[in-house]
């Protein structure tokens, strides 16, 4: 079954602790993405990448990193967690060409206390 | 810049009734993708439809439509006949190439839709 999968779905975790969030597709993507969602702001992008060891910011990298050693995980890094990282997060996938959908991830929702 | 606007934040309706979703987007590129997301209290996203930039044939999938005018910009979204199954968070988002073959994707903030029983 194609899919994305992220984990963990649920974290609680402390200002300063450092966590990675894990993302991995099946589906032999180039392109993966990190998005986090928040009330009223819908869903913004972190980080992208467009394959192995191609990665760029999206519109709000501050805070968080990714590395893309293998083409299926794309890890979601946040070195020392703020309150204000609190959010649901999204990992995407897509293939290239036209087939241009995006998969998504089932979201790891994270409170940073 | 790209940008998505859902005006509407949050609709409420009767079970039954008729609802549309609007969604106007803003971008300078003349080739496009446009997209609905659903996304449920579980809160997964289920993609609902893809349109590209050339194709501006309205669809219908049940008692889904979809209406895209680039006159205006608009890729409306309307519910026939509303289940209590339909209430969600609907995202409209925009994808427009960047250099690389990368699609950058832009989303809206989403309209909360509540179907009354």
Redesign the interface.
């Known amino acids: 079954e194609a899919q994305v999968t992220q984990n963990p779905r649920y974290l609680i975790t402390v200002t300063g602790k450092k966590l990675t969030v894990t993302c991995s597709q099946n589906m032999n993507h180039e392109?993966m993405?990190w998005?986090r969602q928040d009330p009223?702001?819908?869903?913004?992008?972190i980080y992208?990448s467009?394959n192995v060891e191609v990665t760029?910011k999206g519109d709000v990298p501050e805070g968080y990193k990714v590395s893309r050693k293998e083409k299926r995980n794309f890890p979601l890094i946040l070195e020392s967690p703020s309150p204000n990282q609190t959010s649901?997060y999204?990992c995407a996938s897509?293939g290239?060409g036209s087939k241009?959908?995006?998969?998504?991830g089932?979201?790891t929702?994270l409170t940073v206390t | 810049a790209q940008k998505v606007t859902q005006a509407q934040t949050e609709i409420s309706v009767v079970e039954k009734e008729d609802v549309t979703l609007d969604c106007v987007y803003e971008t300078r590129d003349t080739t496009y993708y446009l997209f609905w997301y659903k996304q449920p209290p579980s809160g997964e996203l289920v993609f609902l439809i893809r349109r590209n930039s050339f194709d501006e044939q309205n669809e219908i999938s049940g008692r889904y439509s979809w209406n895209f005018q680039k006159s205006t910009s608009s890729f409306n979204f309307t519910i026939t006949a509303s289940q209590v199954v339909d209430s969600a968070v609907y995202f409209c988002a925009l994808s427009v190439s960047l250099s690389g073959g990368y699609q950058k994707v832009t989303f809206g903030t989403g309209t909360k839709l509540q179907v009354i029983p």
């Open positions: 392109y993405s998005y009223g702001l819908g869903l913004r992008q992208y467009m760029d649901l999204f897509r290239g241009n959908e995006q998969y998504f089932p979201g929702r």
